[in-house]
Antibody
């Protein structure tokens, strides 16, 4: 059974940093692209970042490019999201997701990030 | 960015009834490789999204045949027949053809 478990969320002040983690199990992690998708409170879904199987290629939308960095450790079956220069509009539930072709076939339960002073 | 417009925003349906959700994209979703990367997700209350339909009309593993997807180019439809209580929630369409990948605004399915 595919399992994705996020951690590292919490309350952070604007301009500060936070790093999210996602522990994967139930599949061969190194064979899949992985991604982060977020959902602001009572809002829709927004793709945030994607990383290739080896970690050599990363992709971001303009809203987070230059501030967020996705990375992975295949030996630990773990995915990360380093978030810098956080803004109030980054407040959201962040989901770790496995990718197959250009879509997300399995999602974690999500972790909440609140950016507020 | 490709804008995905879903209609209606909310929908009331009777158990056992049938309904449909429309999704329109601001650009054609036909990729240069010939595929159309249009997907449907359901987010049940308090849960993370789950994949229902991939590449327009293919049901994901375990998805009942009450769900069907259709469409082409810029116009797509999700049909739900014989609605059951576990079908309630918010439905999202999503495109993976053009960067940045984008989701529709969602359609909330409620009981009448």
């Amino acid at each position: 059974e595919v399992q994705l478990v996020e951690s590292g969320g919490g309350l952070v002040q604007p301009g500060r940093s936070l790093k999210l983690s996602c522990a994967a199990s139930g599949f061969t992690f190194s064979n899949y692209y992985m991604a982060w998708v977020r959902q602001a409170p009572k809002k829709g879904l927004e793709w945030v970042a994607t990383i290739s199987t080896s970690g050599s290629r990363t992709y971001y939308p303009d809203s987070v490019k230059g501030r967020f960095t996705i990375s992975r450790d295949n030996a630990k079956s773990s995915l990360y999201l380093q978030m810098n220069s956080l803004k109030s509009e980054d407040t959201a539930t962040y989901y770790c997701a496995r990718m197959w072709e250009p879509h997300f076939d399995y999602w974690g339960q999500g972790v909440m990030v609140t950016v507020s002073s | 960015d490709v804008v995905m417009t879903q209609t209606p925003v909310s929908l009331s349906v009777s158990l056992g009834g049938q309904t449909s959700i429309s999704c329109r994209s601001s650009q054609s979703l036909v990729h240069s490789d010939g595929n159309t990367y249009l997907y449907w997700y359901l987010q049940k209350p308090g849960q993370s999204p789950q994949l229902l339909i991939y590449k327009v009309s293919n049901r994901f593993s375990g998805v009942p045949d009450r769900f069907s997807g259709s469409g082409s180019g810029t116009d797509f439809t999700l049909k739900i027949s014989r609605v059951e209580p576990e079908d309630l929630g918010v439905y999202y369409c999503y495109q993976g053809t053009h960067y940045p990948w984008t989701f529709g605004g969602g359609t909330k399915l409620e009981l009448k």
